[in-house]
C-alpha cells in the first residue's frame, strides 16, 4: 500500500516537471533540423541535389544514393507544403496512414530500433501539425493551412 502511494507520488511528481517541455511546441529549430542532421543528412545534405535538380535525372541520383536536399528550412519545407507536399510524410510514415499498410522507404532511417523511430515520427508528426499523404494537388486549401511545421 505505502509502495502504491510513493509511486503515484514520484510520478505525479514527473509529470510536473516534464509539463513545460510538452507544452513547448516543436519546431524546426529545436527539434527537426536535429533529425535530418542526424540521421539523413549522409544522403540529403552532403552532395545532394535541390529538389530542381533531382526532379531532372530522378533515377541517376537514386544510383548515386542522394536524395533532395534537407539542409535549409526553405527546402525541408517543398517537401511539406510546397512544390512537393507531402513527400515528407509519404516517406517518413510507420504504415499507419499509407494505402498498403507498408511503412514509407524513408521511415527506417528515423531511427536504429522501432522505440527511436516512434519517437521521432512523432516528433515529425507534432512539428507538421497535420499529417497528411496527400499530394499538393489533392490538397485543400484548409488542408495546406492546417500544416503549421513552425521554423522557430
Ligand atoms: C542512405 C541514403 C538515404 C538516407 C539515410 C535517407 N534518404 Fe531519403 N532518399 C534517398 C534517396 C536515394 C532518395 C531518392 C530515391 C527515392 O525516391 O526513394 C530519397 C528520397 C527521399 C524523399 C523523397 C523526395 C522526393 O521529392 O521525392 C524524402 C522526403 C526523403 N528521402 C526523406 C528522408 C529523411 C527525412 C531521411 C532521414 C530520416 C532520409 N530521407 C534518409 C536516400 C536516403
Request: aromatic share 6%; proline share 4%; hydrophobic share 40%.
Amino acid at each position: 500500500m505505502r509502495k502504491t502511494l510513493l509511486l503515484l507520488a514520484t510520478v505525479g511528481a514527473m509529470g510536473a516537471l516534464s509539463a513545460p517541455a510538452a507544452a513547448q511546441s516543436v519546431t524546426y529549430e529545436n527539434s527537426v533540423k536535429k533529425i535530418f542532421a542526424e540521421r539523413c543528412a549522409a544522403c540529403h545534405i552532403s552532395g545532394a541535389p535541390s529538389l530542381a535538380e533531382f526532379g531532372k535525372d530522378q533515377e541517376g541520383w537514386k544510383k548515386k544514393m542522394k536524395g533532395p536536399k534537407l539542409d535549409t528550412y526553405q527546402n525541408v519545407m517543398m517537401l511539406v507544403n510546397g512544390s512537393d507536399a507531402g513527400a515528407l510524410m509519404r516517406r517518413l510514415d510507420d504504415g499507419k496512414n499509407t494505402k498498403d499498410g507498408k511503412p514509407g522507404n524513408m521511415y527506417n532511417f528515423l531511427g536504429n530500433n522501432p522505440a527511436e523511430r516512434a519517437a521521432r515520427l512523432d516528433t515529425m508528426k507534432k512539428w507538421v501539425g497535420s499529417w497528411s499523404l496527400k499530394r499538393r494537388k489533392e490538397l485543400s486549401e484548409a488542408e495546406l493551412a492546417a500544416i503549421t511545421a513552425p521554423e522557430k
